[in-house]
C-alpha cells in the first residue's frame, strides 16, 4: 500500500496472479532470470519434480502455487553458477512439498492378464525381506502398468507424500533378446535399435531434481 498523487488516498498493490499454464510459469521464470529454456512443460511426475534439458523445463504442476522464492529456486537450479548455489535451490524446491496440492489421479489399476507377474514379484519380494532383513521390512505394493512408455519402472518412496508402491512397465516382463519386440520398443523410447552403441564421445545428460 503507497499513498498516490492525491494525499488523501492510498493506493493498494496488488500482487500479479499465479501461473496457470506452462506459457504463464515460463514467463514468470523468465521475468526472474531464466534464459537457457524455450519451452516448458508441466508433470504430474511423483518422482522427479524439476528437469531441463534441450531448451526445455518439466515441472511438477504443484509448482504453479509456489510463491516466488520458490520461483526464483527453480531458475537457480537451470542457471546457477555454482554447484552450491544449485544444491541451495534444490533444498528449497524439495521443501516445497507440492505433490499435496494437487489431487491425485486414480493409479492405475493392473491388468488381470499381468496378475500373475504381480504375485511373483510380490512373492519375491517376500521371500528376499526374510532372507535378507529378517522379515523386517514393510510389505510394498507392486503395481504392473501398460501406460509406460519411456521407462521400465520406477519406485516412490512413503517420504514422497503419497502411498509407496513399485511401479513396473508391462514390457519388463518379455523376454531378452534382440529381434523385432527390441527393436520396435528401442525406437518407440527414442533409442538406437542395436544391442550395442559407440560410447567413445561423450553424452550430455539432462540435469533434474529427484523428490
Known amino acids: 500500500m503507497r499513498r498516490g498523487a492525491d494525499p488523501h488516498q492510498l493506493e493498494l498493490?496488488?500482487?500479479?496472479?499465479?501461473?496457470?499454464?506452462a506459457d504463464e510459469l515460463l514467463a514468470a521464470l523468465r521475468a526472474l532470470g531464466l534464459r537457457r529454456i524455450a519451452r516448458c512443460t508441466l508433470t504430474r511426475n511423483r518422482t522427479v519434480m524439476v528437469s531441463f534439458g534441450d531448451g526445455e523445463i518439466r515441472v511438477h504442476?504443484?509448482?504453479?502455487?509456489?510463491?516466488?522464492?520458490?520461483?526464483?529456486?527453480?531458475?537457480t537450479f537451470v542457471e546457477g553458477r555454482t554447484s552450491a548455489d544449485r544444491r541451495a535451490a534444490r533444498q528449497v524446491l524439495l521443501?516445497?512439498?507440492?505433490?499435496?496440492?494437487?489431487?491425485?489421479?486414480?493409479?492405475?489399476?493392473?491388468?488381470?492378464?499381468?496378475?500373475?507377474?504381480?504375485?511373483?514379484?510380490?512373492?519375491?519380494?517376500r521371500r528376499l525381506n526374510a532372507?535378507?532383513?529378517?522379515?523386517?521390512?514393510?510389505?510394498?505394493?507392486?503395481?504392473?502398468?501398460?501406460?509406460?512408455?519411456?521407462?521400465?519402472?520406477?519406485?516412490?518412496?512413503?517420504?514422497?507424500?503419497?502411498?509407496?508402491?513399485?511401479?513396473?512397465s508391462r514390457e519388463s516382463g518379455l523376454p531378452v533378446d534382440h529381434r523385432a519386440?527390441?527393436?520396435?520398443k528401442a525406437r518407440e523410447v527414442g533409442a538406437a535399435p542395436s544391442?550395442?552403441?559407440?560410447?567413445?564421445?561423450?553424452?550430455?545428460?539432462p540435469r533434474r531434481l529427484a523428490g
Do not use: W
Request: glycine residues 6%.
Open 13 to 21: 498493490a496488488v500482487a500479479p496472479a499465479p501461473p496457470r499454464t
Open 61 to 75: 504442476e504443484g509448482y504453479l502455487a509456489a510463491p516466488e522464492p520458490v520461483l526464483r529456486a527453480i531458475v
Open 95 to 125: 521443501a516445497a512439498a507440492v505433490v499435496s496440492r494437487v489431487e491425485a489421479r486414480p493409479p492405475e489399476r493392473t491388468h488381470p492378464d499381468d496378475e500373475p507377474l504381480v504375485a511373483h514379484l510380490t512373492a519375491a519380494h
Open 131 to 168: 532372507e535378507r532383513f529378517g522379515g523386517s521390512l514393510a510389505g510394498v505394493p507392486v503395481r504392473v502398468s501398460r501406460r509406460m512408455r519411456s521407462r521400465l519402472g520406477h519406485y516412490v518412496p512413503a517420504s514422497q507424500g503419497g502411498p509407496v508402491e513399485i511401479v513396473i
Open 181 to 184: 519386440a527390441f527393436r520396435r
Open 195 to 205: 544391442a550395442k552403441r559407440i560410447v567413445d564421445q561423450p553424452r550430455h545428460e
